[in-house]
């Protein structure tokens, strides 16, 4: 077994874009997931190392010298962060040349040769779902037997293997928890709307729904649902409330989590007997009678996808959602007392500056207990990306820059009616008139007082939040 660091490399201050991330951009208030698509392979390969660079706060060279004690370096690598964690692998070979280096996520997944051909440090790429593409790996098989990998040869050839199957029995993959434990500082993952310190973690891999914008799975998850046992999700948490007990929250991050809603409402109840609080990913079309089964079982939070308020979008963008069916489920949400962290996102196809007005009043309508609005963003390998090539809605033949040289995350799309530049300023329109009402303060306010704690938090990240207003009222780059 080759001596192995899974690595999320040094990157923007704040970048969300790492091994866990849906946003890949740096995020208004400083918060980062856990790296779970590192943390599954780590936990096949014994002896590893799982570091995570960006949340430790580790410098380049303070994790280039750790890279060096390695025979064998993993690095997840995305669209935006590609051009800095392929100098990354340049400086580790420069260091030590024995060293194999190999990237794994989305980017490499959908653009294997191009990405190998960007460097000559990449020794290769995983494609699919790489959990055992890397155990044999490290096991030290030949990379010409291992499905699912592109590689490079001694003399620079580039080749193709057989794609890697799915992987269909997912209780036989470890838990990631025990390598959180192990290898990760668990006071580095924060996010907003999360009771701190949380953990993170996957029920199940696929999505089956067909959003046109949505990466993973058009890239690496697929569209069936391929789910854990419950037995397996519960025992696993019963883990983490044994060896972690300062875990305060353990949030479900598939896609949706609510999809098969006897299977969920099976593992609420076993939630419920252990007695942790929880949240998990919903599709807004949840019913009441599983909301309430839930609820009652510890559910806390539902992160939502709303992503429009204009029906003819969300069609547009194949979500199998109406505004109505939105806002029944808002309103059964509340009435249950289940917080709501709703996302949205704007310049989808069909966007104008009416509808970004009647996205800004739907979500003032339904209002979640906070919100995280995006710019649309055509990663390859989406059918948005093919969509804007094939109606010249972003340059072809050309680099699409998805963030700028901080991490902020850039209208990358131009419509002949809507401009990047509108679309990138009607974020900050969006943000403003959602929290900037005197209900919604005060309703944060009424959240503040009831805890020193939460007062701390919310004074914290209300100064980050309105020191990336000011950033971001700066032109677009």
């Given at each position: 077994m080759m001596k192995t660091l899974f690595l999320q490399a040094p990157s923007f201050d704040g970048f969300d874009g790492g091994a866990g991330s849906r946003y890949q951009a740096k995020r208004e208030i400083r918060s980062f997931w856990y790296p779970t698509?590192?943390?599954?392979?780590?936990?096949?390969?014994?002896?590893?190392?799982?570091?995570?660079a960006p949340a430790d706060g580790l410098s380049v060279a303070q994790a280039l010298a750790i890279a060096q004690e390695y025979e064998l370096v993993i690095m997840h690598t995305s669209t935006p962060s590609f051009p800095a964690d392929a100098r990354f692998a340049?400086?580790?070979?420069?260091?030590?040349?024995?060293?194999?280096?190999?990237?794994?996520?989305?980017?490499?997944?959908?653009?294997?040769?191009?990405?190998?051909?960007?460097?000559?440090?990449?020794?290769?790429?995983?494609?699919?779902e790489f959990d055992y593409t890397c155990r044999d790996i490290a096991e030290g098989q030949?990379?010409?037997?291992?499905?699912?990998?592109?590689?490079?040869?001694?003399e620079g050839g580039i080749h193709h293997n057989p794609p890697r199957p799915m992987i269909e029995d997912m209780d036989a993959l470890p838990f990631v928890a025990p390598i959180y434990k192990r290898d990760l500082n668990l006071r580095n993952y924060f996010i907003g709307y999360l009771n701190y310190p949380y953990v993170s973690l996957y029920t199940g891999r696929g999505c089956r729904s067909r959003c046109t914008f949505c990466l993973w799975p058009q890239t690496v998850g697929g569209h069936r649902y391929r789910i854990r046992s419950p037995e397996s999700v519960l025992a696993e948490v019963r883990w983490i409330r044994?060896?972690?007990?300062?875990?305060?929250?353990?949030?479900?991050?598939?896609?949706?989590?609510?999809?098969?809603?006897?299977?969920?409402?099976?593992?609420?109840?076993?939630?419920?007997?252990?007695?942790v609080t929880w949240s998990c990913n919903a599709k807004a079309n949840v019913p009441y009678s599983t909301l309430k089964i839930m609820k009652e079982n510890g559910?806390?939070?539902?992160?939502?996808?709303?992503?429009?308020?204009?029906?003819?979008?969300?069609?547009?963008?194949?979500?199998?959602?109406?505004?109505?069916?939105?806002?029944?489920?808002?309103?059964?949400?509340?009435?249950?007392?289940?917080?709501?962290?709703?996302?949205?996102?704007?310049g989808l196809p069909g966007e104008t500056r009416e509808t970004i007005a009647k996205s800004i009043e739907f979500a003032k309508e339904i209002n979640p207990h906070t919100i995280q609005v995006s710019l649309a963003a055509p990663y390859p390998g989406t059918k948005l990306y093919e969509q804007a090539l094939e109606n010249e809605w972003i340059p072809p033949n050309k680099t699409i820059h998805l963030v700028n040289e901080s991490g902020v995350q850039l209208a990358a799309l131009n419509y002949p009616h809507l401009s990047s530049q509108e679309m990138y300023h009607s974020l900050?329109?969006?943000?403003?008139?959602?929290?900037?009402?005197?209900?919604?303060?005060?309703?944060?306010?009424?959240?503040?007082?009831?805890s020193w704690e939460m007062t701390r938090r919310r004074l914290r990240e209300g100064v980050e939040f309105f020191r990336f207003l000011r950033e971001h009222g700066a032109e677009q780059a």
């Open positions: 698509w590192l943390a599954q392979p780590a936990a096949l390969v014994p002896g590893s190392r799982l570091l995570d340049e400086l580790i070979k420069e260091h030590s040349a024995d060293i194999m280096v190999g990237m794994v996520g989305a980017k490499v997944a959908v653009d294997p040769g191009p990405s190998l051909q960007a460097s000559s440090a990449i020794d290769f790429v995983a494609r699919e030949p990379l010409a037997g291992i499905a699912g990998v592109s590689w490079r040869d001694a044994e060896n972690m007990p300062e875990v305060k929250e353990i949030m479900f991050d598939d896609d949706t989590f609510t999809d098969f809603r006897p299977r969920a409402e099976e593992i609420a109840r076993g939630l419920g007997e252990l007695g559910l806390r939070l539902l992160l939502v996808g709303y992503e429009s308020g204009d029906d003819q979008i969300l069609l547009n963008i194949k979500k199998g959602l109406r505004t109505d069916i939105a806002r029944r489920f808002a309103a059964d949400c509340r009435a249950l007392g289940i917080t709501v962290h709703g996302t949205f996102i704007l900050e329109q969006f943000y403003r008139s959602f929290y900037f009402r005197p209900a919604k303060i005060w309703e944060i306010v009424r959240e503040m007082l009831r």
